[in-house]
């Protein structure tokens, strides 16, 4: 399809590099967040500015969202100025925040009742891959709309899947951020022990990562925790919202899940330090007062 005008929503600590991609991938880009000042780097390569997100989806072909939270989503699809109601057909909608597979299948079926399409497509890798541009997508929705936004995600990712219908993105990013909070929990508990013992954390770093024990945490978050690192590549905010988001449909499915109950308990805590806005890899901190 002939795609002119790609508007972006959210334009954050992942949403900015993810936007720069596809300006330099040759799309003019329509840009909305609520600071503005987070698109001023946009802006100055030429990307648009508009005042609402109901403004951006009228002049926009394709759309696609990188918000908050789940209500923040619910706000901008299906609210009183939702951009389902502002946008012509034919448009397509990639939602990329991590949120409900509910709502995902909510915004689909409204979207196809107006002549649109729509795809949940929440993505991993956090802030280095959104500025490498390697960033795994998992994606619900029907196979020619998927097929349609392919130009448009091989610039923001590399490993991108279609997972099934509507939520099924949702559902993968849900098995990712339970297999990544148990593993956060295992990096920071080995990090402690590392330090009690008086081991050089760098050399055990270089041992394990490269063994049984490697992870993508283990290899890119841990170097931030010895560095003394915090900013956030992905907010612990964010993260607990996830958690939330991944108990409650676990509970829907009677399925019992200790591992991420003991992780968000752990990660509320943290937050309760004042660490909410800091990076996940944060949770260190908990073992280093």
Same mark, same amino acid.
């Given at each position: 399809?002939?795609?002119?005008?790609i508007?972006?929503?959210g334009?954050?600590?992942m949403?900015?590099?993810?936007?720069?991609?596809?300006?330099?991938?040759?799309?003019?880009?329509?840009v909305?967040?609520?600071?503005?000042?987070?698109?001023?780097?946009?802006?100055?390569?030429?990307?648009?500015?508009?005042?609402?997100?109901a403004?951006?989806?009228?002049?926009?072909?394709?759309?696609?969202?990188?918000?908050?939270? @789940?209500?923040?989503?619910?706000?901008?699809?299906?609210?009183t100025?939702?951009?389902?109601?502002?946008?012509?057909?034919?448009t397509?909608?990639i939602?990329?925040?991590?949120?409900? @597979?509910?709502?995902?299948i909510q915004? $689909?079926?409204?979207?196809?009742?107006?002549?649109?399409?729509?795809?949940?497509? @929440?993505?991993?890798g956090?802030?280095?891959?959104?500025?490498?541009?390697?960033?795994t997508?998992?994606?619900?929705?029907?196979?020619?709309?998927?097929?349609?936004?392919?130009?448009?995600?091989?610039?923001?990712?590399q490993n991108?899947?279609?997972q099934?219908?509507?939520?099924?993105?949702?559902h993968?990013?849900m098995?990712?951020?339970?297999?990544?909070a148990?593993?956060?929990?295992?990096?920071?508990?080995?990090?402690?022990?590392a330090?009690?013992t008086?081991?050089?954390?760098?050399?055990?770093?270089t041992s394990?990562?490269?063994?049984?024990?490697?992870?993508?945490?283990?290899?890119?978050l841990?170097?931030?925790?010895?560095?003394?690192?915090f900013? @956030?590549?992905?907010?612990?905010?964010?993260?607990?919202?996830?958690?939330?988001?991944?108990?409650?449909e676990?509970?829907?499915?009677?399925?019992?899940?200790?591992?991420?109950?003991?992780?968000?308990?752990?990660?509320?805590?943290? $937050?309760q330090?004042?660490?909410?806005?800091?990076?996940?890899q944060?949770?260190?901190?908990?073992?280093?007062?």
């Amino acid at each position: 399809m002939n795609v002119k005008k790609i508007g972006f929503i959210g334009t954050g600590v992942m949403g900015g590099s993810m936007a720069k991609h596809l300006l330099e991938g040759g799309y003019h880009i329509n840009v909305y967040t609520r600071t503005k000042e987070k698109a001023t780097e946009l802006l100055d390569a030429g990307a648009s500015w508009y005042e609402t997100p109901a403004e951006l989806a009228a002049d926009s072909d394709v759309v696609i969202t990188m918000v908050g939270f @789940p209500s923040d989503v619910e706000e901008v699809y299906i609210g009183t100025h939702g951009i389902l109601k502002h946008a012509k057909p034919g448009t397509y909608f990639i939602d990329m925040t991590t949120s409900s @597979p509910s709502l995902a299948i909510q915004i $689909s079926r409204e979207a196809e009742k107006r002549g649109m399409f729509a795809l949940d497509a @929440p993505v991993s890798g956090g802030d280095v891959g959104a500025k490498n541009g390697t960033l795994t997508i998992m994606v619900g929705g029907e196979e020619k709309p998927f097929q349609d936004m392919m130009p448009i995600l091989t610039l923001l990712g590399q490993n991108i899947v279609l997972q099934g219908s509507a939520g099924s993105g949702q559902h993968t990013k849900m098995c990712n951020q339970i297999a990544i909070a148990s593993n956060m929990v295992g990096v920071c508990e080995a990090l402690a022990y590392a330090k009690k013992t008086g081991l050089d954390p760098e050399k055990v770093l270089t041992s394990i990562s490269a063994g049984a024990a490697g992870s993508w945490s283990l290899s890119n978050l841990a170097p931030r925790i010895i560095n003394d690192n915090f900013e @956030p590549g992905f907010y612990i905010k964010h993260f607990i919202k996830d958690m939330k988001i991944a108990i409650d449909e676990a509970e829907k499915m009677n399925l019992h899940v200790p591992g991420l109950s003991l992780a968000k308990q752990l990660y509320e805590s943290v $937050s309760q330090l004042g660490e909410e806005n800091s990076g996940t890899q944060a949770l260190f901190k908990l073992w280093n007062n």
